[in-house]
């Protein structure tokens, strides 16, 4: 684990995610701070509420149907109509979220009416599968390669006989996988404290309200989903004796890794999608905590869902450890994964 801190590798990949993420949330501050012009639909008895509003485009409807229409259409961001049971005597129209910046240009906030409602902004909710995937991405793969090449590495020199006859193999395999957990988990907490300093200073307070308790859960999900893929990469680095042969072992591990990267991307906002996720091991670090975040997920979901992780990794684990004290010791051509299980 020394090595690993003090490899140019290692502090060129963790500076380029930690530049990454701090300019990931400087820019969600700065995209939320900018001034742009919004198009609203106004009714004639609501001119007076929008006069003198800078950097609006405003468009004239005859009744609050026709204000609707536009709203759904997408012609306008939103509407302001008179409603006379508002406090303020008029009503904003919106389709799934009400623009923050519009309502803060209003001295009183005005009575917001949502016709197709949406828990998430989805410019926030694209953010954060951005976020979470590539962290998952990168941190797992990182981690899991450098244990692969460890293990290849050891082989060729033969230095993990030496390792062998001073302690157990099983006990060799839990070092590796635990000093790698600890440097995966410290990476994950820098990268949250970062979200939480950069949410914080950019004024993103609410944002931070909404994503802290995800963000808990992530932490805690990608602890039980990369001890189980770390094991398994150590298994299948064993099965070979070269480091030229190590990736068409860990290929299917590098998919396993890839594919909720792309899922959580493409459908961040398919509940379907996202709930099948959610319960699949592999892909469960990314899906939950997208759904807690969108509010999708009852409460007993996410402590089902690591029940589930948490008994495929011990699963992954047992698997794992068999395969890597069936196939430390054998050099030369690649061992087959039925010869690896039988021993």
Not at 25 to 45: E, I, M, P, R, Y
Not at 53 to 72: G, K, S
Not at 86 to 101: E, K, M, Q
Request: net charge negative; aromatic share 8%; hydrophobic share 55%.
């Amino acid at each position: 684990m020394a090595s690993k801190l003090r490899s140019k590798a290692f502090i060129i990949s963790f500076a380029i995610l930690f530049i990454g993420a701090l300019a990931l949330v400087v820019w969600a501050g700065f995209q939320a701070k900018t001034v742009s012009t919004t198009s609203v639909a106004v009714t004639a008895d609501a001119q007076q509420y929008v006069s003198g509003i800078p950097n609006l485009e405003v468009t004239d409807v005859a009744d609050r149907a026709a204000a609707d229409a536009l709203v759904e259409s997408g012609d306008v961001t939103a509407a302001i109509v008179a409603d006379s049971a508002s406090p303020t005597g008029f009503a904003l129209i919106a389709d799934d979220s009400a623009p923050t910046s519009l309502l803060m240009t209003f001295a009183h906030v005005p009575t917001v009416e949502l016709l197709n409602p949406s828990t998430t902004d989805p410019g926030l909710r694209y953010i954060v599968a951005i976020g979470l995937g590539i962290v998952f991405l990168l941190s797992a793969q990182l981690f899991g390669s450098t244990i692969a090449q460890s293990v290849v590495e050891e082989k060729q020199t033969r230095v993990v006989e030496l390792l062998i006859s001073a302690i157990p193999v099983r006990a060799l395999l839990a070092g590796k996988v635990l000093g790698n957990t600890i440097l995966a988990m410290g990476q994950i907490l820098v990268l949250a404290a970062i979200a939480v300093v950069g949410l914080t200073v950019t004024g993103q307070s609410e944002v931070l309200q909404v994503i802290g308790a995800p963000l808990a859960w992530f932490a805690v999900f990608f602890l039980l989903g990369f001890i189980l893929l770390a094991a398994l990469f150590a298994a299948a680095a064993a099965m070979v004796s070269r480091m030229e042969d190590v990736g068409s072992t860990t290929a299917p591990l590098i998919y396993l890794i890839m594919i909720p990267y792309f899922l959580v991307i493409f459908f961040n906002d398919n509940p379907l999608v996202l709930g099948i996720m959610s319960y699949v091991p592999f892909s469960a670090p990314v899906g939950m905590p997208m759904r807690l975040f969108t509010g999708e997920a009852q409460w007993w979901e996410p402590l089902l869902s690591l029940g589930i992780l948490a008994a495929t990794c011990v699963g992954a684990i047992w698997v794992g450890a068999k395969i890597y004290e069936n196939s430390l010791l054998r050099m030369g051509a690649r061992v087959k994964l039925t010869e690896a299980l039988r021993g």
